[in-house]
């Protein structure tokens, strides 16, 4: 059975992974998570269960020998043994490995599952000889045999606690296997522009206007939070813009982080001012990074499972994480110009809804944030201008773990320092009280002053003293009565007054932009270039000086600490406060002018097909057009440029609804009045609003807006928007639990449409009358709706039928009967997959789940509701409903341990009705919350009244409260006389009559 031919194991750090399979299935997961997290490589036996016995043992024993250690879980079972002469004692498989690896002297990790651990009872050992040979493998692994290799032993008796274990043990073997003098040695990453850790790995880096100086209060409280002794993991620096925040991460993460602590096994910047930047791309870069895989391999990964990942490598080893800029990720900065908003104008309201503007634009970034406060032994080092407030208690202090510290500005000496490092001399005293009282020492504005000195005073250029007694310059100044923010902004803007007019044109046109440019674009918007409406007045040496006098323009600008350039990846960007303070204050002529360079330059980009798009990249160009044209307040080009290019792609093939309405919000007010729209238009843009906003769970402003569109269509008489917005309405009546009016109101878009005469009309009032009739239970109004729709074809226009959405609503429709089947689950399916639409592909992981559920697959069940949650993450969504259910899915699988923890989590998260609460604590034994979970469902389904309930979630909540022994709630019928009509209704009645008559005249 041995051979001992190349004993030695390979080149390569590979951990042999031994174990029972079924019943440990999450506890392997998180092993090979703990051991991909140390740089290690899991050898694992899933694809050889099905070879024969011998060819088993063989390929099984081969890994041991290959592998450079082994590690072991011994639960409950034995396992199988494999039924060959090759095995004369009758071993399980997990046992002849073990023996095999002590034999080689390879290092062992041991995991031993403890009497107090909850199993299934399929997990625990029935066969008598299984369960002798059982005790025994448990004390032989147990025990330390002479000249055998260093062992790693630990019990567990959860999946959480076994997760801490394995991290931990995993970071000791590598130790084990890999001992060093210095900071340990991580995979290198197949990207070539990601290094390998312990070196710094900057996404992007950090490009400065001027040397660091000062700050020695700040660094000393960074070296001291960054031991690890110190009990605060992350640590966040707030201030406004300018302040240096930036600056002094970036100096203490590039120049002192390695002398406070020698141990980091890694050092990662992350700037969110770049294109993209959001929580779930920081997670991948983070991973690659630590991982040394490439960022695709994360690309697909939902974003509860990245964060498990991290949390996983953050507690194994600390590594050093810098977020910078993390307002972007706020509700605040949820707007199409977050680039360049001021200060002054964030943080004080939510553009879109009524959400808190501290809150995260997704809710899962704002899960990812409380973690990290828990993340030791790595330090999470974050700048913003806005404090999260996920990381405040109630109270408004910070959560444990969180270090909060205020930037102020630089110490008087510090800030003359910088002063004179730009080239101005002149009295020390003089310097001080000037940059105090004018600015209070702000770095970038003490830069910019520099800047003023050494430029623009043509009487003594760098003569600070003159400059700063000049009425003419410095003495006009008298910034005392203003706040910072006011005082920042005025210096900005003087700055600005007197640059060249080249250089302020170069300036703004930037400044229109979002992000940082190469240098393509920078020619391509170049000021001193032809125009093509002016190319008659151009001659040929003013095209070929053109580049030249570029390059002394940027000189210009970055002489003036206004223009940075990152050599490293070759981009040109300006500071967030500069940006903002250049488009504040450019002129009516400069903001249409240089706008329309730029929608020349990227209208003429290639584009993909539209229907073709599966990421905002790739709507970069049209995004950077739309945005564009806003800033310009052309909303007359802004509204086709939404409607042709990006209205279907961002609604249906990418879910992206808060980028939706970042787009859609600059038409309206905040009351949602239009902004000098046509009301043809007001009606568009309502309707996409609408989407997005119910995507989002908004249903009271989607109801209000769905309003407000009838008015519209009314007033225009535009009857086919007309019955789009009845459509709207009755969904919207649906979700706020109107279901009497949304049941006549689909009624009444049926006959409307038909009077229209539009197919394409009547098609989705059939299939919005079908799913209310579905809802209500009413099966054979239903069916017969049903048989109507079936044969008028699908091919309608996408903005407003997704492909494979009358599909699902059957199969939805007939899994409630209790007849859905795999064929139609897999038609609607491709459907929904051929026309792009993330939702309907969503909705379809679910009910597959349902299904098997039903059918008692609980694994199976799990891995569907997995999957509608990565797509409900990857959009920045919940999945309240998939969520629940796959912890009950996990609890009757066996693998979900701390159900009760887990029941809690859900109900914090998701507070109200819950039919699929109820079932999880019944399923937990908690009678209690059960039936208050199961009663609230009942009255949620019951409504208004019979005949006007949600049918099938009656009938199940019912049956659970019969279940429970709980009486069903005694509640009043419908009562039409609380069910006022709507005041546009007659209005619409009188318009289906009158087109009735028409049709019937004609």
Known sequence: MIDDANQAPLHYRGVMVSSTFDDLTEHREALMRAIQGQGM????????????????????????????????????????????????????????????????????????????????RGAVETDPEKMLKLAAFRADA?????????????????????????????????????????????????????????????????????????????????????????PHPVLLFEAIGGAGKSMLTWEWTTRHASAARDDWAGRFWYSFYEKGAVMSDFCRRALAYMTGQPVDAFRKKRQRELSELLRHHLQARPWLLVLDGLERVLVAYHRYDAAQIADEDAGSSDEIAERDPCAAIRTE?????????????????????????????????????????????LRPPDAEQLLRACGVRGDSHGIRTYLQRHCDCHPLVTGIIGGLVINDYLPDRGNFDAWAEDPGYGGRLDLADLDLIQKRNHILESALNTLPEKSRQLLAVLALLPESVDYETLLALNPHAPWAPYDFLVTEPD???????????????????????DRQVKRYDLHPVVRGVTIGSLRADDRDE???????????????????????????????????????GRTKEAYPAYRDR????????????????????????????????????????????????????????????????????????????????????????WGLGRRAAADR?????????????????????????????????????????????????????????????????????????????????????????????????????????????????????????????????EAGLSDSTAELRLALARLHAGDLDDADEEARRLAKKYPGRSLDLARLWWAIGNRDQATRNAVAAYRWAWGEGEPFVHRFELDQVGA??????????????????????????????AVSEQLRAERADE
Request: aromatic share 8%; glycine share 4%; proline share 5%.
């Open 142 to 230: 147990k025990r330390a045999s002479d000249g055998s290799a260093e062992r790693v032993y630990a019990t567990f008796s959860s999946v959480e606690e076994f997760e801490t274990r394995a991290v931990q043990s995993a970071a000791t073997l590598h130790r084990l296997l890999h001992p060093t003098t210095g900071v340990e040695e991580a995979p290198a990453n197949t990207d070539d522009r990601i290094p390998r850790p312990p070196d710094l790995y900057a996404e992007p880096r950090y490009i400065g206007s001027h040397d660091f100086v000062g700050r020695n209060a700040q660094l000393t409280t960074l070296n001291d939070w960054a031991s690890a002794s110190h």
């Open 543 to 565: 095209v070929s000086a053109a580049p030249s006098r570029l390059a002394e323009t940027v000189r210009d600008l970055e002489r003036r600490g206004l223009l940075q350039y």
């Open 594 to 632: 240089l706008g329309q360079r730029v929608v020349d330059h990227f209208s003429q980009r290639s584009q993909d097909p539209f229907e073709e798009v599966e990421s905002l990249e790739d709507l970069q160009d049209a995004l950077i057009l739309m945005k564009t044209l806003l800033r310009m």
């Open 745 to 873: 109101i689909s009624v009444l878009s049926l006959w409307l449409n038909e009077a229209v005469g539009d197919e394409q009309g009547i098609f989705m009032a059939r299939f919005y009358r079908f799913e209310v009739l579905a809802w209500l239970g009413k099966v054979d109004e239903a069916l017969a709706v049903w048989e109507a729709l079936a044969p008028m074809g699908r091919d309608w226009q996408r903005n407003r039928y997704r492909p494979g959405s009358a599909e699902v609503r059957y199969a939805q429709f007939q899994f409630v009967r209790g007849r859905l089947t795999d064929d139609l689950l897999t038609q609607a399916e491709r459907l929904a997959r051929q026309g792009r639409s993330r939702i309907l592909v969503r909705e379809l992981h679910r009910l597959r789940g349902d299904w098997l559920t039903q059918q008692q697959k609980w694994a199976s069940a799990a891995d569907s509701y997995r999957e509608a949650i990565r797509l409900a993450h």
């Open 960 to 989: 659970l409260l019969d279940e429970l022994g709980v009486q069903r709630p005694d509640l009043p019928p419908y009562d039409p006389t609380r069910d006022e009509r709507f005041d546009w209704e007659d209005a619409v009645v």
């Open 41 to 120: 490589f899991p050898v694992a036996m899933e694809n050889d269960a099905a070879l024969p016995a011998g060819t088993v043992i063989d390929s099984s024993l081969r890994k041991v020998r290959e592998a450079a250690a082994y590690a072991a879980i011994i639960s409950h079972r034995y396992g199988t043994i494999p039924d060959t002469s090759a095995n004369p004692d009758r071993l399980s498989l997990t046992e002849l490995e073990f023996r095999e690896a002590r034999r080689l002297g390879r290092p062992i990790l041991l995991f031993v599952m403890t009497d107090d651990h909850r199993v299934t």
């Open 646 to 733: 990006l209205s279907t792609a961002l609604a249906i093939n990418l879910e992206a609804y808060a980028e939706t309405l970042a787009l859609v919000r600059p038409f309206f007010t905040h009351d949602w009045e239009p902004v000098d729209i046509e009301d043809a238009w007001e009606s568009y843009l309502l309707s996409a609003a609408t989407i997005a906003l119910n995507g989002l769970g908004e249903r009271n402003a989607v109801f209000r807006l769905c309003q407000r569109r009838l008015e519209i269509n009314l007033r225009l008489r535009s009857w086919h928007n007309l019955a789009t917005a009845l459509d709207d309405v009755t969904i919207s009546l």
């Open 365 to 409: 970034d704002d899960d990812l944030l409380r973690y990290l406060a828990g993340a030791a032994p790595s330090k999470i080092l974050i700048t913003s201008r806005l404090l999260p407030r996920v990381l405040l208690n109630p109270s408004g202090q910070p959560i444990p773990g969180v270090l909060h510290e205020r930037l102020p500005g």
